[in-house]
């Protein structure tokens, strides 16, 4: 995506009278994060990517009515989110094809980091033991590195209670993680220091 403000309003302009090009341009720079966003979320690279291949088109379907109350990415992410939660309570609709798709770079995006997948993997059976509205501000915030504000806008929910549910998390994961025999519990001192540098 552009550095210029000023492009990025006239692409989104564009895109709102209905230039796909636009929208391509604005959309194209934010897909490895909504796709290791879409990825922390289901576990799975080729549900994944169906999530991002679904959310782009839902967006270009609603671009019109994005009014900037939030910014342009975490719209989008809140798209990604909630094409999950849709993807989970219509779980026969996952693999179906999509019926309209974009350009070759809306599927083909990059993986999550190396290091962060290989967490991930690692954290991901304890994550899944989590509620929803615990495991997605963690994700969300110590994983994908969205802000407090940010995350209250993709999850609807004030500050209060983001910063709440993120603490809540944490400790129930802490709880498991310390718990367990395996080699998982090696990582949690880097966990909590990664986590400690953002709060600081």
């Known amino acids: 995506m552009s550095d210029d403000p000023e492009q990025r309003r006239r692409w989104l302009r564009a895109a709102q009278r209905g230039d796909r090009d636009a929208f391509e341009r604005l959309l194209a720079p934010l897909l490895p994060r909504l796709y290791s966003l879409a990825y922390h979320l289901t576990q799975h690279r080729d549900d994944a990517a169906d999530v991002v291949q679904d959310s782009a088109v839902k967006a270009w379907r609603a671009i019109g009515g994005f ?31 999509a019926t309209e798709t974009l350009p070759e770079a809306a599927v083909h995006v990059t993986e999550p980091r190396a290091e962060r997948a290989e967490l991930t993997a690692l954290l991901g059976g304890y994550l899944a033991d989590l509620s929803d509205k615990l495991r997605e501000p963690l994700i969300l915030y110590d994983l994908e590195g969205y802000s407090y504000e940010e995350i209250a806008e993709v999850l609807d929910l004030n500050l209060g209670t983001v910063k709440s549910r993120l603490n809540r998390a944490r400790l129930a994961l802490r709880e498991r993680i310390l718990a367990s025999p395996d080699r998982l519990s090696g990582y949690m001192p880097d966990v909590l220091a990664v986590a400690a540098r953002r709060e600081g």
């Open 67 to 97: 009014r900037e109350e939030a910014d342009f990415s975490t719209w989008l992410a809140r798209i990604v989110r909630n094409t999950v939660l849709d993807d989970v309570k219509r779980a026969s609709r996952r693999h179906e094809e």
